[in-house]
């Protein structure tokens, strides 16, 4: 009986034992996993530095790019196109003007009225545009908007009634790549955002909705064509007359700036009598040695519809920084068993995680991080994580969002050198700087926002900067297409004169 008892006592032994070893495994592995992990966190927090010395190479090479893109077409990643809006808003504008904004899936038309007391009175209305309108044929789509807008100017108050015998007018923000030749006048390059109307491709989309209101017997003259970057400049400088340039930071990202005519070398013909051009920049297409890219970013890049172009935008805007945090949670996920054995199916998904999504996430603020456990079970399906783990999450949308922001800054940086705002001159110690912003990244995503003053501000120094405003400016592209109509006006003179 002693026997059995001692043999049961060593097999008991045994089996703790390798109990244990078993314990003291998984926990090696899983220590080895999380090691793993960080490895690939540090590494990605390392490439997506962007200390001062190399956001100051970024904004110059942002200025050398400027400077060749106004040199000549293709000169340079940044086209540098020419607005022909050498008249912005003064402020003194009055009259009754419309605009059409079309951009997506839906488009507006908006009534405005200028020079009241309290400045503006405006009237707008949303329309959908019926999918089969999108991929039909030129003269169907722009007879709708026409209609549209039809419908929308006979709703005219008594007080938003334009003189007798005049003409309306109306401010036409195109958001689909255009090759301008005037104010009133471009060819549609080629659709996005959904749109295939092959017709179109190639036409004046001034003369294709002229024609359109002309059949309808809807008197109306396009008086601008812009897009929607030029528009927000137009309704900051509107409200502001120290404004000289604009950024969207929205789902995408652009910028447009007041050059001195005589300083873009491909401009051909007799220099504007304001001597001032806007400049729609196009910076999302900008690229250099001296962005911080990483192995994320080129993979975004090639699986992208177009490789090798935005890349500025690839790593600043909206659309894609939710992206970039997917791509690296799904590395951890694949290489070092981050959310366990198997690799989320969701995770693995394209898009699948939104920037509002990480900007919640990088918001959180409860101390057990219960909105990252939401939003991780809600989006991505991935339930039981730890606090340790959604810490890494929020470190994760935290080193994408400040890259982002603080490349941002370096471009504006770069906009400021390109016009010699960057430095205070003698004499010119209280003269302000205005970049109005629109954008729903910039409107909403406070620490990104946060991120970009406080790199404007190590950048600029502390008595430059407080000359450097940055100035959210909602709703710019509408209001500012109504507004660069009043700049333009066919009775502009004769307003001025009376």
């Known amino acids: 009986m002693g026997k059995v008892t001692v043999a049961a006592a060593v097999v008991c032994a045994a089996a703790v034992s390798a109990a244990a070893v078993l314990v003291v495994r998984h926990r090696m592995r899983n220590s080895g996993k999380w090691a793993k992990a960080m490895e690939i966190l540090k590494e990605f927090e390392d490439r997506c530095d962007t200390p001062i010395a190399k956001l100051r190479q970024v904004a110059d090479a942002m200025t050398v790019e400027m400077h060749a893109g106004l040199a000549s077409d293709g000169g340079s990643k940044l086209k540098m196109l020419i607005s022909y809006v050498d008249n912005l808003p003064t402020g003194d504008e009055t009259g009754i003007f419309y605009a059409l904004d079309l951009g997506g899936t839906n488009f507006r038309v908006l009534r405005v009225k200028l020079g009241e007391v309290d400045n503006v009175k405006k009237e707008f209305q949303e329309v959908s545009i019926p999918p089969n309108l999108m991929i039909g044929k030129c003269e169907d789509l722009f007879d709708f908007i026409a209609g549209e807008l039809a419908k929308f100017v006979a709703t005219e108050g008594e007080n938003m009634q334009i003189p007798p015998g005049t003409q309306r007018e109306l401010g036409f923000t195109f958001s689909f790549p255009v090759k301008q030749s005037s104010i009133a006048g471009g060819t549609l390059v080629r659709w996005t955002k959904g749109f295939n109307i092959e017709d179109a491709v190639g036409q004046d989309v001034v003369d294709e909705l002229t024609k359109a209101m002309e059949r309808i017997g809807l008197d109306m ?36 700036y007041v050059e001195r005519a005589n300083a873009i070398p491909k401009w051909q013909g007799l220099l504007p009598k304001s001597g001032e051009m806007v400049i729609n920049m196009e910076w999302g297409n900008f690229r250099s040695s001296h962005l911080p890219l990483t192995e994320f970013d080129e993979s975004l890049d090639n699986d992208s519809l177009n490789p090798g172009e935005q890349i500025f935008e690839k790593i600043i805007s909206g659309m894609y920084l939710g992206e970039i945090v997917r791509r690296v949670l799904l590395k951890m996920a694949e290489e070092a068993e981050f959310f366990g054995e198997t690799v989320p199916l969701k995770l693995q998904k394209p898009f699948i995680l939104r920037t509002p999504d990480m900007s919640a996430m990088h918001h959180d603020s409860t101390p057990d991080l219960k909105v990252v456990a939401t939003k991780l079970k809600d989006v991505l399906e991935i339930s039981n994580t730890s606090l340790k783990m959604r810490k890494v999450i929020v470190e994760v949308c935290e080193t994408v969002a400040t890259r982002g922001a603080r490349l941002s800054a370096a471009g504006i940086l770069g906009i400021l050198k390109k016009i010699g705002r960057d430095t205070i001159k003698e004499g010119e110690e209280n003269q302000k700087s205005v970049i109005a912003m629109d954008g729903g990244l910039f409107e909403h995503y406070i620490k990104f926002r946060n991120a970009m003053q406080t790199a404007m501000n190590e950048l600029l120094g502390e008595e430059a900067s ?5 100035e959210l400016s ?11 109509a009043a700049s333009h006006s066919q009775y502009r003179e004769y307003i001025e004169s009376t």
């Open 221 to 256: 003259r396009v008086a601008a064509l812009v897009n929607d970057t030029v528009g927000t400049l137009a309704g900051g400088k509107y409200n502001n007359r120290d404004v000289i340039a604009a950024v969207i930071l929205g789902t995408g990202t652009n910028a447009a």
């Open 474 to 484: 909602n709703d710019g592209s509408g209001l500012g297409a109504a507004l660069l």
């Open 466 to 470: 407080r000359n450097i405003i940055i």
